[in-house]
Nanobody, 118 residues
Framework: QVQLVESGGGLVQAGGSLRLSCVAS????????MGWYRQAPGKEREFVAGIKSSGDTTSYGNSAKGRFTISRDNAKNTVYLQMNSLKPEDTAIYYC???????????WGQGTQVTVSS
């Protein structure tokens, strides 16, 4: 059974940084492309960033390009999202899930709340 546990969110001022983490279990993590998604109040969930299973290729949504960096540690079954130069419009619940070469799992973790104040 897949489990995804996100952490690292919080309240930060505009221009600040946060590092999100997601620990996965119940899957062979090193074979799975992973990604970060976010959902703001009243909006659809959107793709933020993805990383291939080997970690050698990344992809970013337009909102994340140049500011966010995704990485992974296959030995720890963990995917990270370093977020810099945060803006109020980055305020959302952030989730990790499968990405890129496969659709997300039906299961979603609880997410981690990121709030950016102006």
């Amino acid at each position: 059974q897949v489990q995804l546990v996100e952490s690292g969110g919080g309240l930060v001022q505009a221009g600040g940084s946060l590092r999100l983490s997601c620990v996965a279990s119940g899957l062979i993590f090193r074979y799975i492309d992973m990604g970060w998604y976010r959902q703001a109040p009243g909006k659809e969930r959107e793709f933020v960033a993805g990383i291939k299973s080997s970690g050698d290729t990344t992809s970013y949504g337009n909102s994340a390009k140049g500011r966010f960096t995704i990485s992974r540690d296959n030995a720890k079954n963990t995917v990270y999202l370093q977020m810099n130069s945060l803006k109020p419009e980055d305020t959302a619940i952030y989730y990790c899930n499968r990405a890129l070469r496969a659709a997300p799992y039906d299961y979603w973790g609880q997410g981690t709340q990121v709030t950016v104040s102006s």
